[in-house]
């Protein structure tokens, strides 16, 4: 992977709404594009992730979506519950090695 | 998911002092890992790949002689931070991928260099 672009960098929404983060990438190789989500103090956890063969992947509450022609991918959560206020990095990999790159992060706030 | 521990959670040490810690994968082999440091409000910054059997492969800037990495079984990996300095306090995390490149991290540690 090369570089990884992520945006929001902060996003607040009462506690119900729904949070969108976008992600976009620019190495064509990359085939697997996970999401983790980071409290503070504490190592990044698996989420979520997708791989280039699927368009979209849903566990309850949490979707990503990925369209690999415009190199971006999305991870959407509704009905957001304060808990899931923290960082959310997107990242992309899928060479042999192993390596991912992630992107810079989103501060979500889910306001009660 | 698969899991990955580290040790210590946090250390306090004085200037000039190694520090070592490590990372395990708990319930399932790991060929690779990889170390990961992290400064506040900011993202994962990748050091270095751990080879178990050879020898690590440092990201650009990394000096390897400062940040000395051991890869002794397929389930351990150790990041010892040697002469550590002020500087080097940062958060450091470690990774292992499980099966079909999903990759785990571990709790973090917090190293303090006084």
């Known amino acids: 992977g090369e570089n990884v672009e992520q945006h929001p960098s902060t996003l607040s929404v009462q506690e119900g709404d729904s949070a969108v983060i976008k992600c976009t990438y620019s190495d064509s190789a990359s085939n697997y594009f996970p999401w983790y989500k980071q409290e503070l103090g504490k190592g990044p956890q698996l989420i979520i992730d997708i791989r280039s063969n699927v368009g979209e992947k849903k566990d309850q509450r949490i979707a990503v979506t990925l369209n690999k022609t415009a190199k971006h991918f999305s991870l959407h959560i509704t009905e957001t519950q304060p808990e899931d206020s923290a960082v959310y990095f997107c990242?992309?990999?899928?060479?042999?090695?192993?390596?991912?790159?992630f992107g810079k992060g989103t501060l979500l706030t889910v306001n009660p | 998911g698969a899991v990955v521990s580290q040790h210590p959670s946090r250390v306090i040490c004085k200037s000039g002092t190694s520090v070592k810690i490590e990372c395990r994968s708990l319930d399932f082999q790991a060929t690779t890992m990889f170390w990961y440091r992290q400064f506040p409000k900011q993202s994962l910054m990748l050091m270095a790949t751990?080879?178990?059997?050879?020898?690590?492969?440092?990201e650009q800037g990394v000096e390897k002689d400062k940040f000395l990495i051991n890869h002794a079984s397929l389930t351990l990996s150790t990041l010892t931070v040697t002469s550590a300095h002020p500087e080097d306090s940062s958060f450091y995390i470690c990774?292992?991928?499980?099966?079909?490149?999903?990759?785990?991290f571990g709790p973090g540690t917090r190293l303090t260099v006084l």
């Open positions: 990774s292992a991928p499980a099966a079909y490149n999903e990759q785990f």
């Open positions: 751990s080879n178990e059997g050879s020898k690590a492969t440092y």
């Open positions: 990242a992309e990999g899928g060479g042999s090695n192993y390596k991912l790159t």
